[in-house]
């Protein structure tokens, strides 16, 4: 099932939050070969995870991690304003209408269909919550994914060749992606809205 829960909330949620923290680290860390930082405990956790994000979370049927991503306003801090703004020519995409979305992580044990009820969730937000857009930075690979999941984002600006190059994106939340995100996720619309209302009583503005 979808979850969509703020930093202060995970807290709460130890087998959540531990195994996504490790997940994390298995797929930046040991998969990737990304410069993060790991503690002791093998989680992986960066600066941005201490500002209260919103993360959007498939928890497995036992109450763990099987996949995940997180969500900034643009107003504050975010990575691609802190880090990467070479991939926008200098463009800051700080607005009340769009949001940074990072650490996009499947579990190595996750069945195939986590990746697209991700990508499913995070359309959810965006028009729960009245966003226009979300922007994003992402390692070669995900490319391929996001086109092949149905929802690619315009790529704003590309660094590196090959499996080395990083670009940075942005995604319009449209409803009409809804339809053909859940089917490939397998989850029923009504099923996406009512984890939707669970976690947010009413519609927000951003």
Same mark, same amino acid.
Do not use: K
């Given at each position: 099932?979808?979850?969509?829960?703020?930093?202060?909330?995970?807290? !709460? *949620?130890a087998r959540l939050s531990e195994t996504m923290f490790r997940d994390r680290a298995a797929q930046f860390q040991v998969r990737l070969n990304w410069d993060v930082?790991?503690?002791?405990?093998?989680?992986?956790?960066?600066?941005? #995870?201490?500002?209260?994000?919103?993360?959007?979370? %498939? !928890?497995?049927?036992?109450? !763990?991690?099987?996949?995940?991503? +997180?969500?900034?306003?643009? /107003?504050?801090? /975010?990575?691609?304003?802190?880090?990467?703004?070479?991939? /926008?020519?200098?463009? #800051?995409?700080?607005?009340?209408?769009?949001? *940074?979305? /990072? +650490?996009?992580?499947?579990a190595p044990d996750a069945p195939p269909h986590v990746s697209a009820a991700l990508m499913l969730g995070g359309l959810e937000v965006g028009l729960w919550h009245?966003?226009?857009?979300?922007? @994003?930075?992402?390692?070669?690979?995900?490319?391929?994914?996001?086109?092949?999941?149905? %929802?690619?984002?315009?790529?704003?600006?590309? *660094?590196?060749?090959?499996?080395?190059?990083?670009?940075? @994106?942005? %995604? =319009?939340?449209?409803?009409?992606?809804?339809? +053909?995100?859940?089917?490939?996720? @397998?989850?029923?619309?009504?099923?996406?809205? *009512? %984890?939707?209302? #669970?976690?947010?009583? =009413?519609?927000?503005?951003?």
């Open positions: 099932m979808l979850r969509y829960l703020r930093g202060h909330a995970l807290r !709460q *949620e930082e790991v503690d002791a405990s093998g989680a992986e956790r960066d600066a941005y #995870d201490a500002l209260n994000p919103l993360y959007v979370i %498939w !928890q497995g049927p036992e109450g !763990q991690h099987l996949g995940s991503m +997180r969500f900034l306003p643009t /107003t504050g801090r /975010t990575m691609l304003g802190e880090h990467f703004l070479s991939l /926008t020519n200098g463009v #800051d995409f700080a607005s009340p209408h769009i949001w *940074e979305t /990072t +650490r996009f992580c499947v009245g966003l226009s857009h979300a922007v @994003g930075v992402f390692d070669a690979r995900m490319v391929r994914i996001y086109r092949a999941l149905g %929802w690619p984002p315009a790529i704003l600006g590309t *660094e590196g060749t090959g499996r080395a190059a990083i670009s940075a @994106g942005l %995604w =319009a939340f449209e409803p009409d992606l809804r339809p +053909r995100l859940a089917r490939r996720a @397998g989850v029923a619309l009504t099923e996406s809205q *009512e %984890w939707l209302r #669970d976690a947010f009583p =009413a519609p927000l503005s951003a």
